[in-house]
């Protein structure tokens, strides 16, 4: 019988899968194919711990270390480094010792193939190694770690993207307004300002600027945003065009990193939504979906590094950027940008991770990841948009009535001055102050005269019992009462009109507002104007109400009101009487009565109402509503019926970006309804299977779907994590994958 014990140690997962061995090497892109030797030069004694790639905007980084074996007694001192003072910045000039700024190149070692020129003399030479690239940086950051006699120097290495934040965006290229179709294209110092205020300012679609100065591809400059013509030229800045425009301007020489093609930047970055309202997307149907570009709203990236500034518009829309590490067809390093969509349409087909089933011994079927770390978050999630704008603008002609009540002394000769200008302004307590001067729609019903000619002898306009009234202005015309409860759809406040209009002149600048005088009009008022009566243009002597629909007249003189000698038919004279016209009575009042229409724009109530609703395939059984303010962006004017400068018989818009917006709401209901799902996978080994970009879908053995939206059977197609950062650890030939589908917060790309 014996007796004994042991212990049982397992190998580690990655000591079952072959390691990927590499080398660093100083790489001079300049030297020719001839010159190998000198193109990539092996640094001995230099080794990379680790590479990592990200997601967005941020290069890919190195970290490197030194081997420091002193015990090899056939060194040479004056060419290999011993010690500190050897590896100190500036202080050994050997090709063992890399100085910041190096241009390093870290090659893996992936295979072997037998050579066509062996070497008799070498009994390895019968076969080369065969490389790929995994880094492509400038050194940087060197650090040194001395504990006793042990001694650690360490740095890192910047991917050769980081040239591109050595000359932030600063100005912007312009087209010459007097040709915006093909003018020349000059430099200006104007910030580097997408749609400002709203405003258009991109030269017109289809007509893109190619120069070789930015490469061969076409893209869009920027144009005068205060250009008017009867043809408008200006168009809106979109996701796509502004990104192209960064890209080209910025990277147009492509000497460190590769540009996309432009053409697929174009069709790419566009919004999908549901044909249905709330329905499904599948990416394969293109009848389940609408594609948009995506209108910008004011963004400013005036100072920002080209990367940055790209990025931070592609996360607002819901798209992912990463700077990519390849070999060209020469063996060399291909640096380049890609763009991808980021739902279930993603760059790639989605990849699964194998994990064993339960209770299989793990040495019948390796796992493929050791470490798994997942967590959805529902916190951030919204899925219901809605886009706050400024309530709509009307354009209208509103004929006005005398918010005081006259009285018929008032045209006495010895009364005539207290309602002089000067009068008036030394009046404290203001008792005259708006006699023969208020004119008002009163919208919250204070009162007015709505008496009309002719008045009861001796009487003023107004004077009568009955003359004054209180009833509010009805704008039921406009806004019509509830169908189903009848209830009114508009409240009884205030709503100044404004100084300009919607209606533009040829120039393409906004009119004025109009004040007229008519005698012979019999229409409402106060009230809308029908369209009948003579009117005569009033040039000047008011001021429109700042408090209410209305206006004060404020010329010296109420008695002559210089109204302009444009028609005699209205007032020939060219000075209108207010004080007789208001207190003559009987038959003779006809003639001298008179109504003012004033042609302005107010506010209505609701603004242009565009909400995102909650889509079926939402993982959320409940509506979770976000508000975006996009009161400096979305716009609705409408000019209405019967208004001066729209004689028909509807309403027509001035602007309407109703679309615009609604667009913009399915983009931000597309980004943040599903939830993020941020974790972490390793890899045992070395693996070049998976790229940032990627979705994993599934975790095979244990059946585990990894996806976000929900309802995929009923037409969906399922939405799945990404990978937003890749780690090769070169020491422990491990790979981490880090998942996350976090996106970029609700609040808009506003102004910088």
């Known amino acids: ?76 001192p004056d060419v290999v480094p011993m010690g500190l003072e050897d590896y100190w910045p500036g202080a050994f000039d050997s090709e063992y010792v890399v100085k910041p700024g190096d241009r390093l190149v870290v090659l893996a070692i992936v295979g072997f193939e037998e050579t066509s020129d062996p070497n008799p003399d070498h009994p390895f030479s019968t076969v080369e190694p065969q490389y790929r690239v995994l880094f492509d940086g400038f050194s940087k950051n060197p650090q040194f770690d001395m504990d ?13 993207a980081i040239r591109a934040w050595d000359s932030p965006v600063r100005f912007s290229l312009w087209r010459d307004s007097d040709k915006p179709d093909d003018g020349e294209a000059h430099w200006t110092s104007m910030p580097v300002r997408f749609n400002p205020d709203g405003k258009p300012n991109c030269t017109p679609d289809g007509k893109d600027f190619q120069s070789d100065e930015f490469g061969e591809q076409e893209f869009p400059l920027f144009l005068d945003w205060r250009i008017a013509r009867d043809i408008d030229p200006r168009t809106y800045w979109t996701l796509d065009k502004a990104v192209i425009y960064l890209l080209a ?34 990416p ?68 699964e991770l194998n994990y064993p089933e339960r209770g299989i011994p793990i040495d019948q079927m390796l796992p493929q990841f050791t470490n798994l770390h997942v967590a959805y978050d529902y916190h951030n999630v919204a899925n219901e948009f809605e886009i706050e704008t400024r309530p709509a603008k009307y354009e209208l002609s509103i ?83 509830d169908d189903e409860s009848g209830s009114r759809t508009y409240s009884r406040r205030f709503r100044p009109g404004s100084t300009h209009l919607v209606t533009k002149d040829k120039a393409g600048k906004p009119l004025k507002s109009q004040l007229a005088v ?84 107010i506010e209505a109530d609701a603004d242009i109402d565009v909400v995102a609703e909650r889509r079926k395939a939402s993982p959320l059984p409940f509506t979770v509503r976000r508000i975006v303010d996009a009161k400096d962006h979305f716009k609705k004017e409408i000019i209405r019926k019967k208004s001066v400068y729209n004689s028909t018989d509807k309403d027509k818009f001035g602007i309407d970006q109703t679309e615009d917006a609604k667009t913009h709401a399915a983009q931000l209901r597309a980004v943040h309804e599903f939830p993020p799902v941020a974790g972490a996978f ?71």
Request: glycine share 8%; charged share 30%.
């Open 1 to 76: 019988m014996s007796m004994g014990s042991f212990d049982s140690e397992p190998p580690d997962i990655d000591l079952a899968t072959q390691a990927v061995p590499h080398v660093v090497c100083r790489y001079n892109p300049k030297a020719t194919d001839s010159d190998a030797d000198k193109k990539y030069k092996i640094i001995p004694r230099l080794r990379c711990s680790q590479i990592q790639y990200k997601e967005g905007h941020e290069p890919p980084t190195a970290q490197f270390f030194y081997e420091l074996d002193t015990s090899d007694p056939t060194a040479d």
């Open 148 to 160: 006793g006699e042990q001694l650690h120097i360490t740095f890192s290495s910047v991917n050769v």
């Open 249 to 282: 301007t910025c990277n147009g020489k492509e000497e460190y990193v590769r540009n996309p093609d432009f053409a697929q930047v174009k069709k790419l970055l566009r919004n999908r939504q549901p044909s249905e309202d709330g329905g499904y997307i599948d």
């Open 284 to 351: 394969d149907d293109p009848s389940t979906y609408e594609e948009d570009p995506i209108k910008l709203r004011d963004t400013d990236v005036t100072e920002h590094a080209w990367p940055d500034a790209i990025n931070r518009l592609l996360a607002y829309g819901g798209f992912g950027m990463k700077i990519v590490t390849e070999d060209d067809e020469n063996g060399e390093p291909d640096n380049f940008l890609e763009i991808y969509r980021k739902d279930n349409d993603g760059p790639t087909d989605p990849k």
């Open 399 to 481: 004929v006005l009535a005398p918010g005081f009540q006259p009285r018929f002394s008032d045209q006495e000769p010895g009364n005539r001055k207290d309602f002089l200008r000067s009068s008036i302004d030394a009046d404290v307590d203001r008792l005259n102050h708006d006699i023969f001067r208020l004119f008002i729609a009163d919208e919250c019903g204070d009162g007015h005269v709505k008496a009309v000619p002719p008045a009861p002898t001796g009487e003023a306009v107004g004077e009568a019992d009955d003359a004054w009234n209180e009833d509010p202005f009805d704008f039921s015309e406009i806004w019509p009462d």
């Open 518 to 601: 008519s005698r012979d009009y019999a229409g409402p008022s106060p009230g809308l104007w029908d369209g009948t009566g003579t009117w005569q243009t009033i040039s000047g002597g008011f001021e429109i109400l700042k408090d209410q629909l209305g206006i004060w007249v404020s010329c010296p003189d109420p008695s002559a009101w210089d109204v302009g000698k444009t028609s005699a038919a209205v007032e020939p004279s060219g000075l209108l009487d207010v004080i007789t016209s208001f207190c003559t009575h009987g038959t003779a009042q006809r003639t001298k009565y008179f109504h003012l229409r004033l042609t302005t724009v």
């Open 682 to 752: 390793i890899v045992p080994n070395i693996t070049f299977a998976f790229e940032i970009g990627d979705r994993i879908s599934k975790i095979n053995g244990r059946d585990i779907s990894l996806k976000c939206n929900a309802a995929s059977e009923s037409g969906e197609k399922p939405t799945y994590p990404f990978i937003v950062a890749k780690t090769w650890d070169l020491q422990k030939q491990s790979t981490a994958l880090m998942l996350s589908d976090r996106r970029a917060e609700p609040p808009g790309v506003g102004k910088k």
